[in-house]
Nanobody, 121 residues
Framework: QVQLVESGGGLVEPGGSLRLSCAASGSRFSMGTMAWYRQAPGKERELVAASVNRANVYYADSVKGRFTISRDNAKKSVYLQMNSLKPEDTAVYYC???????????????WGQGTQVTVSS
């Protein structure tokens, strides 16, 4: 049973920083694409950043230059460093990962439980 466990959310003032972490737990497996999504009240869930591997990353235009996604495959973890936070970044942030349990199995998609990020003075 694979689980994604997030941490690092909280309340921060505009211009501040937060670092989100997401660790996968369970039996032996390998990680494919890992990503962060967010969902603000009354809005649809949107892709914030994705890491296909360390060299290939994607950022939504709204966070380019402020957020950085990174991963540690040995620790089965993905991180989101968020700088220069704005009130419009307020949302529940979700970790997402494609995981397979062996090289012969397909990748399955998993979601974390979400962590609240609130940017307010």
């Amino acid at each position: 049973q694979v689980q994604l466990v997030e941490s690092g959310g909280g309340l921060v003032e505009p211009g501040g920083s937060l670092r989100l972490s997401c660790a996968a737990s369970g039996s032996r497996f390998s990680m494919g694409t890992m990503a962060w999504y967010r969902q603000a009240p009354g809005k649809e869930r949107e892709l914030v950043a994705a890491s296909v591997n360390r060299a290939n990353v994607y950022y939504a235009d709204s966070v380019k230059g402020r957020f950085t996604i990174s991963r540690d495959n040995a620790k089965k973890s993905v991180y989101l460093q968020m700088n220069s936070l704005k009130p419009e970044d307020t949302a529940v942030y979700y970790c997402n990962a494609n995981i397979r349990t062996s090289m012969y199995s397909p990748y399955y998609n998993y979601w974390g439980q979400g962590t609240q990020v609130t940017v307010s003075s």
